[in-house]
């Protein structure tokens, strides 16, 4: 279960990171023709596109990993706490 949240995690960060490359590759493509005002701020929302793709990317790494390592941390000493099974009177 932590595995496969873990790979999740690299793939939001590996989707991002090449959404964020074609948004800014694209944008320097479509700015570097043109100097209209419109055209350029459609390259930037582009780029400002491309950098929110990353945010789930970020709040897994920023959060979500660090739960995932306290209930790693939560399941270890409970593998190793001591059972005692009783018959209820």
């Known amino acids: ?18 959404f964020l490359i074609a948004c800014v590759a694209l944008s320097s493509l479509i700015t570097a023709f043109s100097e209209n005002s419109i055209v350029y701020a459609v390259g930037q929302s582009l780029v400002v596109i491309g950098w929110v ?20 941390s939560l399941m270890k000493m409970l593998s190793d706490a001591c059972i005692e099974i009783r018959e209820m009177a």
């Open 53 to 72: 793709a990353l945010w789930k990317p970020a709040e897994f790494y920023l959060y979500e990993n660090r739960d995932l390592k306290n209930d790693i």
């Open 1 to 18: 279960m932590f595995t496969y949240k873990k790979q999740k995690g690299r793939r939001y960060l590996i989707r991002g990171l090449l």
